[in-house]
């Protein structure tokens, strides 16, 4: 347990985070009060996809960029869309070339998906709907799934 503690802690000390702000967001209800009113009484089918990136802005300096698009239906009807397109500018220090990506694509994500959910609750609940209260997401998780599938695509790619 305090080696994971000490761990964490260089991480956040090689990792900093500079600003942070909101390049483009998208709320649409298109059956407008009649969504509205049938989601008092019903849930909804809530679909999320999350896609995080990032790249090199200076010398020390990183964009993450993490996009999450929301999709509500009830019954194969739309009832709401959010669209996300949230940032941070980071920078790290004394990071090898090997670690990079895990900072960028891991601990970037996590330290601005809490501002990003933020949001899109307050951008649902402000299009009349309850507000939308996303599970917290495992960045270790998607970022090994995402690299396990860039290798079977090398794989692929080789075999061809």
Do not use: C
Request: proline share 6%.
């Amino acid at each position: 347990m305090a080696e994971e503690t000490a761990a964490a802690e260089r991480v956040q000390a090689k990792l900093r985070l500079h600003s942070q702000f909101l390049q483009d967001l998208s709320f649409e209800s298109p059956r407008g009060a009649a969504g509205v009113a049938a989601a008092a009484d019903n849930k909804p089918e809530v679909e999320v996809n999350l896609n995080i990136d990032s790249r090199q802005l200076q010398e020390a300096f990183y964009e993450v960029a993490l996009r999450i698009t929301v999709n509500a239906t009830r019954e194969e009807e739309p009832w709401f869309l959010v669209e996300l397109d949230y940032r941070g500018v980071f920078s790290m220090a004394d990071v090898d070339d090997q670690a990079r990506a895990p900072m960028l694509l891991i601990e970037g994500p996590r330290m601005l998906f809490p501002f990003a959910r933020r949001i899109i609750a307050d951008v649902v609940r402000d299009g009349g709907f309850p507000p939308l209260l996303m599970e917290p997401v495992d960045f270790v998780g998607l970022f090994r799934q995402h690299a396990l599938a860039r290798q079977e695509q090398a794989k692929e790619t080789e075999d061809d």
